[in-house]
């Protein structure tokens, strides 16, 4: 039987050679995707090494984050799409979410972050393939979401996310990572601190680090197919 550690180092050696085949020198970061996996699986991937942990339903991430609050090293991302009445849960708990789309959930984030914590990174999703089963922004709502958060007090700008609509069509596949990353660049220009563009996932990793990909999110290759 395959280990969790096993499916990691697997992960991180696929990385490591796409890294190493489109010349990055930054290391791209892996987010491990843990949800609807149980907290024995997550505490196999922590005691492996795993530092990072990505979330989409609210109310099991909170019983995680909960369960391993003695662990302070690790980092809880929230990934999933939002609900106005869930995110207070996600302002409270998390350090980083990564799946803003608007500025009325932005506004709920920056208000409900308690002010002893550090403020809430953020991420904004944008759905760059425009895919109408996909959540996220329109590329071209991005800059006034931008603008919004940057002003935010307990609001940490970091940088973009996408969820690409599915194909096995390399080249679509390289065309909405690229389109990503030009978007990145152009935000990045305007607010230096932006840092994470995360994309990517177990079927597409490749091209999304050849792209500029800082960060990608695996979770069957590592906790196996979702029951």
């Not at 809430?120 to 800059?143: F, H, M, Y």
Request: aromatic share 6%; hydrophobic share 35%.
């Amino acid at each position: 039987m395959v280990t969790i550690a096993e499916r990691l180092n697997n992960a991180y050696d696929r990385i490591a050679k796409a890294e190493q085949n489109s010349h990055k020198t930054d290391p791209v970061q892996l987010l491990a995707v843990s949800k609807t996996k149980p907290i024995e699986l997550i505490q196999q991937a922590y005691d492996a090494g795993q530092r990072l942990f990505g979330e989409s339903y609210v109310q099991e991430a909170v019983d995680k984050v909960t369960h391993f609050k003695q662990c302070r090293d690790i980092e809880w991302h929230f990934i999933g799409p939002i609900q106005s009445n869930k995110s207070r849960h996600i302002a409270e708990h998390f350090s980083w979410v990564q799946s803003v789309d608007r500025v009325k959930i932005a506004r709920r984030l920056n208000e409900q972050r308690p002010t002893n914590l550090k403020p809430l990174n953020v991420l904004i999703q944008v759905n760059i393939s425009e895919d109408e089963n996909k959540s996220g922004c329109l590329p071209a709502e991005v800059q006034a979401l931008a603008d919004f958060i940057h002003d935010s007090k307990q609001l940490s700008l970091r940088g973009l996310m996408t969820i690409t609509a599915k194909t096995d069509d390399l080249l679509i596949q390289k065309q909405y990572f690229q389109q990503m990353k030009d978007c990145f660049d152009r935000l990045k220009a305007q607010y230096p601190q932006i840092d994470t563009l995360s994309m990517g996932m177990s079927g597409d990793l490749e091209p999304a680090v050849a792209a500029g990909a800082t960060m990608v999110r695996i979770g069957t290759d590592i906790f196996g197919q979702r029951q």
